[in-house]
């Protein structure tokens, strides 16, 4: 479903790249996370699925297509096949919950009935019957972000990506997620989802693909996320009971994305 | 379903930006009005041109009691210097560039004059003798009046040879200047018209991008996307030009067609419906300077 054949990256010429010769296949219907420190390449590597980058050398490869050659018009329908997940939900404030999922079917032009027999079906998918027409603001983090997978999934994507999309929120209610990510990859749609979150990669023991500056270190199936790699950042608050020594020297990427830290504590 | 989708859209981005839809509305207005003023002034001329040209002639005025020019040096002209200018009028040399004409004694002259000026006590002091006679000639071609003041101007009897194309030539130089500085002052607006619309398009594309931004994620094409952010700034323009329209009109209905052309009943003023033709250019333009610096403002402020 996704394929990746010594994919490179360079953002700016004077850094080491974010992909370093990155080969990688995941599946059709598997269910893969994306594991690494902040500025190991995780969001870059989502990013060239999305084609919102285009990579410096290498082939990407998503349903069989290499993305290089989809022209620029026929984005949005790559687009389509992949569903899209964030930390911080990105709903639409003024839209309540079915508005919210329905607008992703609005603008790719699907008709009224379609819209009003799918939404409240996918609604009840994530877990939401009976609150269509709650506001955003009304709603819990774990809520706002079944809202977020509702939309994501609700054009019935190939493929998810979901870019720690439990950061924000507690263990109990990340656990929540998962369960409704479990799902949607038993429906037959291949996840890939990036975390910092060692406990929910522990519990779930599926695919882990560990990246460090760029490089594929680690791609095991029914793994841990082992803690060798000292992680800081939201995964750290909530295990920091074992007390694990924060290293620096192994995390040069770290600081370099401060905004992400620092929305996690 | 799209269609209704990107209509509510446009309907939200326009109340959300109202002061600066208001601002791109009045300015495209004003700078619009410039340019529908400078096309209703060429209108104008050619109105003027069309109307006058078939009536002006070439006047050769006949030497009077004073008069100082080089061929009265025998006074006023005589029956024999008249004789022979009508001779030379029928010769073929000049006939060919002539349609007909007439001779204006001093007596029809004066007559003319009265009728001219029956309003004015000028008419009181002048006498027939006061006034040349005159061949008034038509011209079949009146570029060609060159030939005729060549011609006549050195014959006997002669005082002075006028083109009263000349005249109005004077006017219309004047009329074109003012549609000059119209043109000139609807450039400047206009690009303030411009600047003003890419600003207000980037702060629409700035106040949506959550909604852009998903609508990317989920595959919406680009018109779907851009059309509502083109659409508010040409229905703007587009009610700026139907303001503009509306005032080039009421100018010629109520100022040309009430006022002026009762101040001057000879003047042929155009018509309220003459100035409908600048109507769908007014729109037209005002509609393809929107969309351009829309387009142009999203394809740098709007990744798609």
């Known amino acids: 479903m996704i394929r990746f054949e010594n994919v490179t990256k360079v953002y700016d010429q004077t850094t080491r790249p974010a992909l370093d010769s990155v080969n990688l296949e995941i599946d059709r219907g598997e269910f893969a996370f994306l594991v690494g420190a902040s500025g190991s390449g995780k969001s870059t590597f989502l990013r060239l699925v999305l084609k919102e980058d285009r990579a410096t050398s290498g082939a990407v490869y998503v349903a069989g297509q290499n993305v290089a050659n989809i022209s620029s018009w026929r984005v949005p329908r790559l687009r389509r096949g992949i569903g899209v997940v964030f930390q911080d939900f990105r709903l639409l404030p003024q839209k309540n919950v079915f508005a919210n999922v329905a607008f992703a079917m609005q603008v790719i032009g699907k008709s009224r009935s379609i819209i009003r027999d799918t939404v409240p079906e996918v609604l009840k998918t994530v877990g939401l019957e009976g609150k269509e027409h709650r506001m955003p603001h009304e709603l819990s983090g774990g809520e706002q972000q079944r809202v977020a997978i509702a939309r994501a999934?609700?054009?019935?994507?190939?493929?998810?990506?979901?870019?720690?999309?439990?950061?924000?929120?507690?263990?109990?209610?990340?656990?929540?997620?998962?369960?409704?990510?479990?799902?949607?990859?038993?429906?037959?749609?291949?996840?890939?989802?990036?975390?910092?979150?060692?406990?929910?990669?522990?519990?779930?023991?599926?695919?882990?693909?560990?990246?460090?500056?760029?490089?594929?270190?680690?791609?095991?199936?029914?793994?841990?996320?082992?803690?060798?790699?000292?992680?800081?950042?939201?995964?750290?608050?909530?295990?920091?009971?074992?007390?694990?020594?924060?290293?620096?020297?192994?995390?040069?990427?770290?600081?370099?994305?401060?905004?992400?830290?620092?929305?996690?504590? | 379903m799209r269609l209704a989708f990107i209509l509510s859209e446009i309907g939200s981005g326009l109340r959300r930006n109202l002061s600066m839809v208001v601002s791109v509305i009045l300015v495209t207005f004003v700078s619009l009005t410039f340019v529908g003023a400078a096309g209703m002034l060429q209108l104008q001329i050619n109105q003027m041109k069309g109307y006058w040209y078939d009536k002006v002639q070439v006047a050769i005025f006949l030497c009077g009691e004073g008069s100082t020019a080089a061929g009265c040096a025998t006074g006023s002209a005589t029956p024999e210097q008249q004789e022979n200018l009508r001779t030379l009028l029928e010769s073929p040399a000049v006939a060919q560039y002539i349609n007909d004409f007439q001779f204006e004694s001093k007596d029809d002259a004066y007559k003319?004059?009265?009728?001219?000026?029956?309003?004015?006590?000028?008419?009181?002091?002048?006498?027939?003798?006061?006034?040349?006679?005159?061949?008034?000639?038509?011209?079949?071609?009146?570029?060609?009046?060159?030939?005729?003041?060549?011609?006549?101007?050195?014959?006997?009897?002669?005082?002075?040879?006028?083109?009263?194309?000349?005249?109005?030539?004077?006017?219309?130089?004047?009329?074109?200047?003012?549609?000059?500085?119209?043109?000139?002052?609807?450039?400047?607006?206009?690009?303030?018209?411009?600047?003003?619309?890419?600003?207000?398009?980037?702060?629409s594309a700035f106040s949506r991008r959550r909604e852009t931004g998903i609508m990317r994620l989920v595959g919406a094409s680009k018109i779907v996307i851009q059309l509502p952010f083109v659409l508010e700034g040409v229905i703007a323009a587009v009610i700026g030009a139907a303001l503009a329209s509306g005032t080039l009109w009421a100018v010629a209905h109520f100022f040309l067609g009430e006022y002026m052309s009762k101040q001057y009943p000879d003047t042929p003023f155009i018509s309220p419906a003459q100035t409908l033709i600048l109507i769908p250019a007014l729109i037209g333009l005002g509609a393809t300077l929107a969309g351009i610096s829309s387009l142009l403002t999203l394809r740098r402020y709007l990744r798609v």
Do not use: W
Not at chain 1, 160 to 178: F, K, Q
Not at chain 1, 226 to 253: F, H
Not at chain 2, 113 to 125: L, R
């Open chain 1, 153 to 265: 999934v609700v054009n019935r994507p190939g493929i998810l990506l979901a870019d720690e999309p439990t950061g924000n929120l507690d263990p109990t209610t990340s656990m929540g997620i998962m369960g409704v990510l479990d799902k949607i990859n038993q429906n037959g749609t291949t996840v890939v989802m990036a975390t910092h979150d060692d406990d929910i990669v522990n519990e779930m023991r599926k695919r882990v693909v560990e990246l460090r500056n760029g490089v594929v270190i680690r791609d095991e199936a029914r793994a841990l996320y082992t803690s060798m790699i000292p992680v800081v950042g939201q995964s750290r608050r909530l295990k920091d009971a074992s007390g694990r020594p924060d290293n620096p020297e192994e995390d040069p990427g770290d600081g370099s994305f401060p905004s992400q830290t620092g929305e996690a504590l």
């Open chain 2, 112 to 203: 003319h004059f009265k009728e001219q000026f029956s309003n004015s006590p000028i008419v009181d002091s002048v006498t027939p003798d006061q006034l040349p006679a005159s061949f008034r000639i038509n011209m079949k071609d009146p570029e060609k009046y060159q030939i005729i003041s060549e011609t006549f101007s050195s014959q006997p009897g002669v005082e002075t040879v006028i083109d009263q194309r000349q005249v109005l030539e004077r006017l219309f130089s004047v009329m074109n200047a003012a549609s000059l500085v119209a043109v000139i002052i609807a450039g400047v607006m206009i690009v303030c018209a411009i600047l003003l619309i890419a600003t207000t398009i980037r702060l």
